[in-house]
């Protein structure tokens, strides 16, 4: 069992920087790939960011690509997603996720333990 706490949302201007952190608490996070999901009001929640149990492969939605940074800590248990230049698109509740292995880290359903989620808002 692994539970899963976001931190570091809130509101910036259009343009800022922001960055999020998300940590497990449990055993085996060197284990676990770990990912960033999105769910804007009225929308469906989508992917943002991975990263691979080493930190060895990182993945991204085209969207952030260049703006955003996922990095993570394994004597931590932490995982980060740094994000620069952003839009007020970005504005949404951000959700850590953690899966068993390093397959289809992209992929929404094959997670297995989710955060609260933290909310992002980007204001123009």
């Known amino acids: 069992q692994v539970q899963l706490v976001e931190s570091g949302g809130g509101l910036v201007l259009e343009g800022a920087s922001l960055s999020v952190s998300c940590v497990a608490a449990g055993r085996g996070f060197v284990n676990y790939g770990m990912g960033w999901f999105r769910q804007a009001p009225g929308k469906e929640r989508e992917f943002v960011a991975a990263v691979s149990s080493s930190a060895r492969y990182t993945y991204y939605a085209d969207s952030v690509k260049g703006r955003f940074t996922i990095s993570r800590d394994n004597a931590k248990n932490t995982v980060y997603l740094q994000m620069n230049s952003l839009k007020p698109e970005d504005t949404a509740v951000y959700y850590c996720?953690?899966?068993?292995?390093?397959?289809?880290?992209?992929?929404?359903?094959?997670?297995?333990?989710w955060g609260q989620g933290t909310q992002v808002t980007v204001s123009s």
């Open positions: 996720a953690a899966k068993f292995d390093d397959q289809s880290l992209a992929t929404l359903s094959r997670y297995d333990y």
